[in-house]
């Protein structure tokens, strides 16, 4: 195996597919501007469809959290007086309360001190200069999957680390970030841990079912069988398609597109003495970081269990964890800068931050339009009326068989390209889902396992989701003329794989070899 890049890209019908998707992406205006359009359209919609009084009814029980008095769920008008001055009143907000916008400006703070400090570069060089093309590939899926436990962790240092390391060996740094954001967001739902995101699906699932059986208790651990099988079959997957779909597809790398300071000239050369140093005082720096991090999740007296019920994973610990990102990389950045010479005082240490923000104007100006698209969508209740109405649909089709759930996959599939966030999918879905296909004789543990499948493999292709805006802001660095289209046709052969072997293995691990997805959970309901 050599780690030279491919010297022509191979043109199948595939990759042919792909470059028609790239070029009709592509003929989309400036992802800033588009999003600009997007919210304005979302504005016209809603007054034409809130005039006409589109409404659905609302699946979720009497007394829900954000369920109207007249149990109905409505197509609202954001050109309507109430409307104008909800946009006019709530722009800045919009702007400021964009989850992942808070999430990357104090990860990047951690992350500037380590780059600057020579820190990324040494590590990158140390861990992959001379390691085999492929088993990087599929470390990078593999710790995107598992990335996952630790909240935003993968969006906001693999995914860029792992352009890095393509570029390191040679290879087309798109590729790797493609390969890392396949692993963190279309692998959302497989992992080898227990995430924030389970004890809360679950809580959905389980008020859901109580619709049918007041005393059905679902617990955190309902999928975790699955997922589990699932993380390795999700990273072999993601590494096949971007050794064998998306490289070639990609091509050689040309520098010149890239952002100059975004490139390192020493990413291929070895390390120095100085580097292996200050690579030993980083080590020992992380060391004192992950002893902090135990002491805080001690048994009794960990300050950052929950509170209430003593969990490590429900916990602040997890909520928070942006700021253990940024205590890693400061601590680590000057371990390693004090001892090669780069960071010799507080200067040089708040120069790194400052220059790692400066790095972010394009995504902040992105994040502004589309913080307003999203929020106007949401106000709208147009994904909401959607999924209820795709649910609706797949209900009238009758099917009672395991068939039906394929067709369940694909409709969650389909809605995720609209509600971006799992838990606001699922609580508006589940409570038609889990009740219908308990009735014919399925386990809430199954129909959740099932959802988290179609969830996961569009997270990767849509706008909707938080961090896309992140992913393109970072890939433009590599490429400066890169449109939604590239991004789009370059994730694209992640998600139709993911979906298609995924349900594949979910019916032979379900309903041919008769596996638990979870610990006691049935994939039966007896009724």
């Known amino acids: 195996m050599t780690d030279s890049p491919p010297q022509a890209p191979r043109r199948n019908a595939f990759t042919r597919f792909l470059d028609g998707v790239e070029w009709l992406g592509n003929l989309l205006p400036h ?102 093309r492929h088993v990087v590939t599929v470390v990078i899926v593999f710790a995107g999957i598992v990335s996952n436990t630790a909240s935003e962790v993968g969006y906001v240092v693999l995914i860029p680390l792992a352009g890095a390391i393509f570029y390191a060996l040679g290879r087309h740094p798109l590729a790797g970030m493609a390969a890392a954001f396949a692993g963190v967001s279309g692998g959302y739902s497989a992992n080898l841990l227990i995430g924030t995101i389970d004890p809360l699906l679950a809580g959905i699932t389980q008020e859901a079912a109580r619709l049918i059986d007041a005393d ?64 030993v005082w980083a ?60 960071m010799k005082n507080d200067r040089d240490v708040i120069n790194a931050m400052s220059a790692a923000l400066a790095s972010l104007g394009l995504y902040i100006v992105l994040v502004f339009f589309a913080a307003q698209f999203v929020a106007f969508f949401g106000w709208t209740n147009l994904g909401a009326i959607t999924a209820v109405t795709g649910a609706n649909f797949l209900q009238d089709t009758g099917l009672t068989g395991p068939v039906i759930f394929f067709l369940f996959i694909l409709m969650c599939a389909f809605v995720n390209l609209m509600l971006g966030s799992a838990s606001a999918q699922w609580a508006v879905t589940a409570p038609i889902f889990v009740p219908m296909l308990m009735l014919i004789g399925y386990a809430p543990e199954v ?39 590239t991004l789009i046709a370059m994730m694209l052969p992640y998600s139709i794989l993911f979906l298609l072997t995924w349900s594949g293995f979910f019916f032979l691990w379900t309903f041919v070899f008769g596996l638990p997805v979870g610990p006691g959970s049935p994939t039966y309901y007896p009724g």
């Not at 309507?80 to 909800?86: F, K, L, N, P, T």
């Not at 070639?248 to 100085?274: H, Q, S, T, V």
């Not at 569009?458 to 989701?465: D, E, Q, R």
């Open 216 to 279: 059905y208790v679902v617990v955190a651990t309902a999928n975790w069988y699955f997922m589990v099988a699932s993380t390795f079959l999700i990273t072999a997957i993601g590494s096949l398609v971007t050794i064998f779909v998306v490289e070639p597809k990609l091509g050689p790398y040309n520098p010149d597109k890239a952002d100059p300071d975004i490139l390192d000239d020493r990413m291929m050369e070895p390390l120095n003495a100085g580097e292996r140093k200050g690579l």
């Open 447 to 485: 129909i959740q396992a099932a959802y988290r499948i179609g969830d996961s493999s569009t997270n990767i292709i849509t706008p909707m989701m938080s961090y896309f805006g992140l992913i393109l802001a970072w890939a433009t660095r590599y490429q400066r003329d890169l449109g939604v289209g």
């Open 283 to 342: 080590g020992f720096a992380l060391l004192g970081v992950l002893a902090l991090m135990a002491l805080t999740l001690a048994p009794d007296w960990g300050i950052l269990r929950n509170p209430d019920t003593g969990d490590r994973i429900n916990s602040p610990f997890f909520r928070g964890f942006v700021v253990w990102i940024l205590i890693f990389f400061v601590v680590t950045g000057i371990a390693y800068g004090r001892a090669v010479g780069t």
């Open 31 to 132: 992802p800033v501007t588009l999003f600009a359009i997007l919210a304005v359209g979302i504005v016209v919609l809603s007054g034409i469809l809130g005039g006409l009084g589109l409404a659905v009814e609302d699946p979720r029980p009497v007394g829900a959290n954000g369920r109207a008095d007249d149990g109905m769920i409505r197509a609202v008008s954001l050109l309507s007086a109430d409307g104008v001055r909800r946009i006019w009143t709530g722009l800045v907000t919009n702007f400021t309360g964009f989850a992942p916008l808070g999430v990357v400006l104090v990860a990047m703070l951690g992350v500037g001190v380590a780059e600057k400090s020579g820190l990324l570069s040494a590590a990158v060089r140390g861990m992959v200069l001379g390691a085999p």
